[in-house]
């Protein structure tokens, strides 16, 4: 099953131009709540712009700018990484345990 966001994304990237809410909505055939969601998380992170007119939203993709791509510069050696010793509370007397 393929998530919302990844359905508007590649919507907007094949159409290649700009779309108006009430398109997406009746070519996603997705509720309003899902897509208000999908397109807010996409334009937090850049990779879709909107241009407001007349009142009306037009959202277009904007693949070149998307921060949820990452590359990563180095790698550390797994080496280097230590393990984080857990906490042991304090020993219980022989008398302090609980009976069944």
Same mark, same amino acid.
């Given at each position: 099953?393929? *998530?919302? /966001?990844? #359905?508007?994304?590649? @919507? &907007? %990237?094949?159409?290649?131009?700009?779309?108006?809410?009430?398109?997406?909505?009746?070519?996603?055939?997705?509720?309003? /709540? #899902?897509?208000?969601?999908?397109?807010?998380? &996409? @334009?937090?992170?850049?990779? %879709?712009?909107?241009?407001?007119?007349?009142?009306?939203?037009?959202?277009?993709?904007?693949?070149?700018?998307?921060?949820?791509?990452?590359? %990563?510069? @180095?790698?550390?050696?797994?080496?280097? *990484?230590? /393990?984080?010793?857990?906490?042991?509370?304090?020993?219980?007397?022989?008398?302090?345990?609980?009976?069944?």
């Amino acid at each position: 099953m393929i *998530c919302n /966001t990844k #359905r508007v994304m590649d @919507y &907007l %990237i094949q159409s290649d131009d700009m779309v108006p809410f009430s398109v997406l909505k009746e070519h996603l055939s997705m509720d309003s /709540t #899902r897509l208000s969601a999908a397109l807010t998380h &996409l @334009y937090r992170v850049y990779a %879709i712009d909107v241009i407001k007119q007349d009142k009306v939203l037009w959202w277009f993709a904007t693949p070149e700018s998307d921060r949820r791509i990452r590359t %990563i510069a @180095y790698r550390t050696e797994h080496s280097l *990484c230590k /393990t984080r010793k857990g906490r042991k509370g304090p020993k219980r007397k022989a008398s302090e345990l609980p009976t069944r």
